[in-house]
């Protein structure tokens, strides 16, 4: 069973660059999109961007100035670096894994962090 | 890059039938069978329901079934349970390799 796993600093200042980390078990990201959701509070799921096995990825049109996602095979993780963030980038952040013959859907989630900015 | 249009709430009581609404575009659910739909209960990650339109995950009740006509996608519910009450997004593929979801709708149970 795939499982994932968000980690990384609860707060983040503004103006700073939050980072965080999904470690994947139960399966290689080697293999499959894999993608950053996140989801301010009270507000709906808004999808980041995604890195593929081959390493290539794609953000949101929204955020691509701000956004970078990263793997480590190695480590069977992937990374979401978000720069100059402002209050607005408060929210819970999920990682997920795309399935189906052309990727079209998140199947496996992590259970979600939640990340504060605030001075 | 709009959001997919999703009324905010909906109502109904144990035993009926409801159904949620996705207004998307010729961008994204017109042109792909890739609109999935996730549930949502307070405080925990969304759960995969539906995907590609109309097919149900291994476990998931077959009282949620999908369906999609133009720039509309739909995911009905029979039989309300009390254990629906939850949010509801969908999702879809949209074009350039991007996806988009809906605003969400909350289920309220009566």
């Known amino acids: 069973q795939v499982q994932l796993q968000e980690s990384g600093p609860g707060l983040v200042k503004p103006s700073e660059t939050l980072s965080l980390t999904c470690t994947v078990s139960?399966?290689?990201?080697?293999?499959?999109?894999w993608s950053w959701i996140r989801q301010p509070p009270g507000k709906g799921l808004e999808w980041i961007g995604y890195i593929y096995s081959s390493g290539s990825t794609n953000y949101n049109p929204s955020l691509k100035s701000r956004v970078a996602i990263s793997g480590d095979t190695s480590k069977n993780q992937f990374s979401l670096k978000l720069s100059s963030v402002t209050a607005a980038d408060t929210a819970v952040y999920y990682c997920?894994?795309?399935?189906?013959?052309?990727?079209?859907?998140?199947?496996?989630w992590g259970q979600g962090t939640l990340v504060t900015v605030s001075s | 890059q709009s959001a997919l249009t999703q009324a905010a709430s909906v109502s109904g009581s144990p035993g009926q039938s409801i159904s949620f609404s996705c207004t998307g575009t010729?961008?994204?659910?017109?042109?792909?069978?890739?609109v999935s739909w996730y549930q949502q209960h307070p405080g925990k990650a969304p759960k995969l329901i539906i995907y590609e339109v109309i097919k149900r995950p291994s476990g998931v009740s077959n009282r949620f079934s999908g369906s999609k006509s133009g720039n509309t996608a739909s995911l009905t519910i029979s039989g309300l349970q009390a254990e629906d009450e939850a949010d509801y997004y969908c999702c879809s593929f949209d074009g350039t390799n991007t996806w988009l979801f809906g605003g969400g709708t909350k289920l309220t149970v009566l």
């Open positions: 997920a894994r795309h399935s189906g013959s052309y990727f079209g859907y998140f199947e496996y």
């Open positions: 010729s961008s994204n659910v017109v042109s792909y069978n890739l």
């Open positions: 139960g399966g290689s990201i080697s293999s499959y999109y």
